[in-house]
């Protein structure tokens, strides 16, 4: 962040979050001042504005450092003295400056347009809103710490290596068969470790989350979490539906891809770690080498210049703040995020590259989201920024389809058509599992108390009806506990559905973008730039494409991702 880029006008420059007197007093002077026009109401949002920056990224900032360095306690309690501390504090008082902004008839007077959806996002936050509550959202945080201890310590020995769960990975893609199996196994073994351990911390998070939502007098937590998540514009039997389109449309292609993949491999049925290899023989795509994290970033940077020289040019901001932490390393948090930076209006991209075709995927996607940030941070209102989520995602995952049209940057002709098959195949085989995800849950949170047997016979439940044509025996436990790699499960509990919704959203850009590509990107990048100014279908209209995820608009993407699988080959 350049020096002064933003500079504040209400948080001293100085402002330490953990001088709780000084923090209090000025959420105080906020509480207490009087707001009689509109610009006694713009300058209070402002001011309002600015000191939630100023938490949030301290928070965001310590939370990058306790994924980056999952080994290191120093941080470790930098970051649970900010969640333990600061988090009780400010959150209530944040809720009371909500509150104030609602009660006030000011608020009337201001641009409805630009407004409405913001006051019907913190009416949703001060109804579920309860003093109560907050400790309990910390012991959930601490919880949820315990299970990124657990994944960032998981190191796998493979001949004489020691492995991160993601470097070992580059081994199922593999030509020899007793590699892959060698390599899954040790991987499965490893994890099979800390299953009871992860299976309690789940455990342990269910009542308190059902706590929350009988503090906020609703009857489970998914009806909690519908209102936490801003979800107004679908309802849980909705998102069943599509659950429902999803096993009728796209589990049977899965089938008959599995069963292809298994002709094609000249084996009677595919195991676990067939999955990823490449059906011909061919070696792995490797799109960079691991230890050149520069010559990847400048790949991808190519991309984006390609797609838009605007593009590169945002992309080029993280690398000059230092907002990138690419390589995966032992210690490090698993996965991949895109971590906002509101004081400083940047996005910080997190992830772990092992030098498979997956992080190009990843690195697109986390891309799309920092753009979509970079677009909206034009807003000097915090709280206008955010879209709702299933919108976020249109954004990241547009960017790995539009971006796969210039795969050639990484790699030759006929590997940028596997690349390219990879990626649609891969949409295709996340539907099922994405259903699998949002279906367990709803189950999960709207049957408190359950007995942990009776969990794990719904999830295998679900695997049955949208399982592919895998063959598991001999690893059944493995497959009985799949739902344990799934973090957002322990993260951001229901937050899984928004990737579906958001791919049918991505695949209408993605098909816009063969007919006319420079209007598409324009329509793109004109939604982004709308922030959280307007609900969910106006953002989607904005981007050329119907906010639908009905069997109507599944079945013809479904259709139109066979074609080109069909026109590409193998």
């Known amino acids: ?13 100085d402002m330490d979050p953990f001088n709780f007197p000084e923090l209090e007093r000025l959420y105080r002077a906020l509480l207490d001042r009087r707001i009689q026009s509109v610009e006694d109401m713009n300058r209070w949002l402002a001011d309002f504005s600015e000191l939630f920056s100023f938490v949030d990224e301290y928070g965001n900032r310590r939370y990058i450092d306790k994924s980056c360095h999952t080994d290191d306690e120093a941080i470790k309690k930098r970051f649970m003295r900010f969640v333990e501390e600061v988090e009780p504090r400010s959150k209530p008082m944040a809720f009371a ?28 936050d001060v109804d579920i809103f309860r003093d109560e509550s907050v400790e309990i959202e910390t012991q959930v945080t601490r919880k949820v710490t315990e299970y990124d201890s657990i994944n960032g310590s ?3 020995k493979f001949r004489g290596q020691e492995l991160t769960m993601q470097q070992i990975a580059r081994f199922l893609e593999d030509p020899n068969s007793d590699t892959r199996r060698e390599a899954w196994e040790a991987s ?8 009871e351990a992860i299976d309690g911390i789940y455990s342990a998070l269910l009542p308190l989350r059902h706590k929350i939502a009988q ?29 429902d389109a999803i096993a009728e449309t796209c589990v049977p292609i899965v089938r008959r891809l599995d069963q292809q993949r298994a002709k094609d491999m000249g084996v009677s049925i595919i195991r676990p770690w067939d999955s990823g290899v490449d059906v011909n023989g061919r070696a792995p795509l490797r799109p960079f080498d691991v230890t050149r994290i520069d010559d990847f970033v400048g790949k991808t940077r190519e991309i984006f210049e390609r797609l ?16 990138l932490d690419l390589e995966s390393r032992k210690g490090k948090q698993p996965g991949g995020y895109l971590m906002p930076l509101e004081e400083s209006r940047q996005p910080f991209i997190f992830m772990n590259a092992a030098g498979v075709h997956r992080d190009v995927e990843t690195l697109l996607h986390e891309g799309g ?19 709702p989520m299933e919108f976020c995602e249109v954004a990241s995952m547009s960017m790995e389809l539009l971006g796969s049209a210039h795969l050639g940057v990484f790699y030759n002709e006929a590997d940028m058509v596997r690349a390219t098959r990879k990626l649609l195949e891969g949409i295709i085989y996340f539907f099922p599992w994405m259903a699998i995800i949002d279906s367990f849950q709803h189950w999960i949170y709207t049957h408190p108390g359950h007995a942990q047997s009776e969990r794990q016979a719904k999830w295998m439940e679900l695997v049955n009806r949208f399982a592919g044509a895998v063959d598991w025996s001999g690893w059944e436990n493995v497959r009985e506990s799949l739902w344990q790699r799934q973090g957002h499960l322990f993260h951001a509990p229901f937050y899984y559905v928004e990737y579906g919704i958001a ?38 209209s904005a981007a050329g494409i119907v906010f639908d995820f009905s069997q109507k608009t599944l079945r013809p993407l479904m259709e139109a991702i066979g074609e080109e699988l069909e026109r590409l080959g193998v």
């Open 308 to 323: 838009s020289p605007s593009l590169a040019t945002d992309f080029d901001q993280l690398r000059e703040h230092g907002n």
């Open 1 to 13: 962040m350049p020096a002064n880029a933003y500079p504040r006008r209400f948080v001293p420059p």
């Open 369 to 387: 989201h920092a753009f979509h940030h970079l677009a909206s941070a034009k807003e000097d209102l915090v709280f206008l920024r955010s879209a």
């Open 215 to 243: 503090n906020a007098g609703l009857p489970d937590f998914r009806a909690y979490q519908w209102k936490a998540n801003k979800r107004f514009d679908y309802t849980p039997e909705d998102c069943l539906r599509f659950s």
């Open 503 to 540: 791919q049918l959203g991505a695949l209408q850009l993605w098909m816009k973008a063969r007919q006319d590509p420079h209007q598409a990107l324009a329509n793109y990048r004109a939604a982004l730039a709308l922030g959280g100014t307007r609900p969910l279908p106006q953002l989607f």
């Open 97 to 124: 400056l909500q509150k104030k902004y609602l009660q006030s008839p000011v608020r009337k007077q201001l641009d409805r347009k630009r407004f409405d959806v913001l006051d019907r996002k913190w009416q949703a």
């Open 154 to 156: 998981m190191m796998v």
């Open 188 to 195: 499965a073994r490893r994890r099979l470790v800390d299953r």
